[in-house]
């Protein structure tokens, strides 16, 4: 585990560091051939379950998807989000987040937060649990719609003082969601830990998408989503072929018959 969280370390200004989420095994077993860090992010309260919000994301949801993930990463390093309300103190947080590293085996988990949660990551971290922080725009704080943060100089004060205060805590990276480019540039430079975008930077030491939204399996994309892939327009065409087959008798065949 300690290993796996030097290796993304040891990155920090030598190459960029990919990442991207994973809800289930089989997404898994394909990113681990390519990623750095796949997470399990609370993102499947909205991608998977139709929810309004992460909020109502719940740990017991969290372990069993990342249970499954768990089965299909080898080599690459292994994050879990803590949901809303799972370490609103430093009691919560570590027999919470102990619970999520014993059950999935994960390498590490991730906090939304910045300066409010500095002594908990420091708490965590000194228990010995690596913690990569998340700051910017905060699924589990935001209220009303999702908007680019660090318009204003005290909203950018305040996301700088985040990252200073979570590498203070020991967290080992840093997402920065949702934050005006410069701004993300100036906290890669000046933190020592890598800093993982999603949009906010190209200078960060690596991005993470959602996954679901790359293959297109999502249908509202935001602007720093990058679709690689329209997989409903593929899938579709599969399943329609299945049952024109179905329907022709065509399928199945002796091939596929004892
Ligand atoms: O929940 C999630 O998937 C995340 C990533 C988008 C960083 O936090």
């Known amino acids: 585990m300690i290993k796996k969280i030097q290796k993304i ?3 920090k200004n030598r190459g960029k560091i990919v990442c991207l989420t994973a809800y289930s095994k089989n997404i898994a077993e394909i990113l681990d051939k390519h990623c750095d860090i796949v997470l399990v992010g609370d993102s ?6 139709e929810m309004d919000s992460t909020r109502e ?29 799972s370490f609103r103190n430093k009691t919560e947080a570590y027999k919470n987040a102990k619970k999520v590293m014993k059950e999935t085996k994960c390498d590490a988990i991730k906090l ?40 204003n100089k005290i909203d950018r004060k305040n996301i700088f003082k985040d990252a200073i205060s979570l590498e203070k805590a ?73 049952k024109r087959d179905v329907i022709n008798r065509k399928f199945p065949t002796k091939k596929n018959l004892y």
Request: overall charge positive.
């Open 112 to 151: 939304e937060g910045g300066k409010k949660i500095f002594s908990i990551v420091k708490y965590l971290v000194e228990k010995n649990i690596p913690v990569m922080g998340h700051i910017g725009l905060l699924p589990q704080s935001q209220r009303g719609k999702f908007r680019y943060k660090g318009r």
């Open 9 to 11: 370390l040891n990155k």
């Open 57 to 85: 994301v719940n740990l017991d949801m969290m372990i069993l998807h990342a249970k499954s993930v768990r089965r299909g990463i080898s080599k690459s390093t292994f994050v879990v989000d803590m949901p809303y309300k």
């Open 44 to 49: 499947l309260g909205s991608v998977l379950y």
């Open 170 to 242: 020991g967290a080992f990276s840093i997402v920065i969601e949702c934050v005006e480019k410069s701004l993300a540039r100036l906290i890669s430079k000046s933190v020592k830990i890598p800093t993982i975008g999603i949009g906010a930077s190209q200078d960060c030491d690596g991005q993470i998408l959602v996954t679901d939204d790359l293959i297109g399996l999502t249908s509202n994309t935001p602007r720093f989503v990058k679709r690689y892939l329209n997989i409903r327009k593929l899938f579709n065409k599969s399943i329609l072929k299945y």
